[in-house]
Nanobody, 126 residues
């Protein structure tokens, strides 16, 4: 029902910045997703919540490790969510996934999300 297309990953030096984008589409149907989020998964690790935004009211939540460095935002007209990543650290290296949920709440459990993007690799070198 909802397709998510991510872009913006790549290789960056520690201390640098990257901006990830996630464009949502519904094949011509009305966009009804309530929450969009970013998760990341490093090799050998569980998928980790990074940030989320409730579409209707703009409420935002971040995991503690990225507060003050990452910013999630949205473009309502384009059904796009962004993740601006600044002051990147090697520990941020992971595949970053965009996710969407019909629930109008911040959910950190990945199993509660209904749609996922393909993932985009972010590698931070030291």
């Amino acid at each position: 029902q909802v397709q998510l297309v991510e872009s913006g990953g790549g290789l960056v030096q520690a201390g640098g910045s990257r901006r990830l984008s996630c464009a949502a589409s519904t094949s011509g149907r009305p966009f009804s997703t309530h929450t969009m989020a970013w998760f990341r998964q490093a090799p050998g690790k569980e998928r980790e919540f990074v940030a989320a935004i409730i579409w209707a009211n703009g409420r935002i939540e971040y995991t503690n490790s990225v507060k003050g460095r990452f910013t999630i935002s949205r473009d309502n007209a384009q059904n796009t969510v962004y993740l601006q990543m600044n002051s990147l650290k090697p520990e941020d290296t992971a595949v970053y996934y965009c996710a969407a949920s019909r629930l109008p709440a911040v959910i950190i459990d990945p199993s509660r999300y209904d749609y996922w993007g393909q993932g985009t690799q972010v590698t931070v070198s030291s």
